[in-house]
């Protein structure tokens, strides 16, 4: 009787790598999360400092594009190798189906920012189908994937504590990236002011995918609606950074978060 090989072939040996991984103490899976969640959009800047630079799609927007996908790209890498055994790479990440009604619910959340900017300012008839669709949807859905899929939906099944708390760094490092992107120390009050709105932003959009069974797609349709409709209407820089357009984003935010917890217990209620 012949031996039996103990070599694993290339599937074998993938997946018990990833076992491997899987098992790593959850301290280090949080910082190799977190890592890759602080990198992610930064990795043409340090592929350029160490002398590879990656270049950019001969397109509009073709930088930036490169830039999401590769920050995409980190987040599935990531989640294939840390996530629990048993735990499907879709839901590591917060992409499987959960039903539309919270999304609907949420989309209806943000009428009150559409009416609000329209009063603020005026229509940006100088928006174009690519404009809005690269800084209003794909943008927006790199990032979800990136800073809740890989550093809040995959936390949480890897650590399991208090959603909160495990919220917090994926926030921070997104109010960070916006903060660099206005120009850091340079920046001065106006960079930090908007770094923490946004922080608190990615908070909020966490929150509304907890809410809705750790799924991406609440946060990420308030996110798409807020992106449209503050790139539809053109507000005067003082107006933008002031209190009635930043109480309004807020605003709408909260109540996204209050018409979907409603909308939850609702669910839940019929389902008993």
Known sequence: MPRQSHTLGPCSARSAYMTRLSRLPNAVRMGLVLLGVGLGLNLRDIAAAIGTPIPALPIPYGGSLVDNALAALVALLLAALLRPRGTSLLASLGLRGNGWGGPMWVLLATLP??????????????????????????????????????????????????????????????????????????????????????????????????LDGDTLWCGLVLHVSMNLAWNAFSLDDAVALGWQATGLRIGTALLAVAVLAWHVRLRRQRDL
């Open 113 to 210: 920012c559409w009416l609000g900017l329209a009063l603020l300012g005026t229509s940006n008839k100088a928006l174009t189908a690519l404009d809005a669709t690269m800084l209003a949807v794909l943008f927006p859905l790199a990032e979800e994937v990136l800073f809740r899929g890989l550093g809040f939906v995959l936390l949480v099944k890897i650590v399991r504590g208090p959603w909160p708390w495990l919220a917090l760094p994926q926030a921070l490092l997104f109010g960070m990236v916006h903060w660099l992107g206005f120009g850091g120390f340079e920046g001065g009050g106006t960079a930090l002011f908007v770094g923490a709105v946004i922080a608190l932003g990615g908070f909020i959009f966490a929150w509304l995918d907890h």
